[in-house]
């Protein structure tokens, strides 16, 4: 009967997900199911939508790849609106490090992305620029960080995002191998 018992409990705690905290990084690993999530002092939980009514996760770890949520590319609130290409060049260098911030809470890095979605407003009052503008500048930006071979990118043109000052929600697939996996 102890055995039975063991045996439940240990499956119990198999398939459901929970935090636990290390003390000398001060992270929170939130694991289940080969998934994990994982927050830090430098991307916290409170700063998420983790615990959000939408519930998801800024970055999750899934085996070998790590899968970022759409990152918002918009106009802030003090911006003049429409923003200028400049502007606009500046948000997406700062979406980029906000993902690069992401990916580091999964020991990964931009370097290995492998895939990208981007949804773009259409005929918004936040920017007049056209989607091949936006995905130039995105292009840009990824530049700098990625490196071949290039990942693959679709491109959706959309009437609006769930933020109001969005122009451009980006996610992202990168490739990170654990430990002793490098080849794949």
Do not use: C
């Not at 609130?77 to 690069?100: C, G, Q, V, W, Y």
């Not at 407003?121 to 920017?127: I, R």
């Not at 959309?158 to 000052?165: A, E, I, K, M, S």
């Amino acid at each position: 009967m102890y055995k039975s018992i063991a045996i439940v409990v240990t499956l119990m705690f198999a398939t459901v997900g929970f935090g636990q905290e290390d003390a000398l990084s001060g992270s929170i690993v939130i694991e289940s199911g080969g998934r994990t999530v994982t927050f830090t002092e430098d991307v916290a939980k409170e700063e998420t939508g983790y615990d959000s009514p939408w519930h998801y996760a800024h970055a999750i770890r899934s085996g070998d790849y790590v899968h970022i949520s759409g990152i918002i590319i918009g106009a802030d609130r003090d911006d003049e609106l429409p923003i200028s290409m400049d502007r606009f060049r500046e948000h997406t260098e700062n979406s980029f490090k906000t993902i690069a911030r992401f990916l580091a809470t999964a020991d990964a890095s931009l370097e290995g992305i492998v895939k990208i979605n981007s949804f773009h407003v259409l005929d918004g009052k936040n920017t007049t620029l056209s989607i091949d503008e936006q995905a130039l500048a995105i292009a840009e930006t990824k530049a700098k960080y990625a490196v071949e071979p290039h990942p693959a990118w679709t491109a959706v043109g959309t009437t609006g995002l769930f933020n109001p000052l969005g122009i451009v929600e980006i996610e992202m697939v990168v490739y990170a191998p654990t430990e002793g996996d490098e080849d794949g």
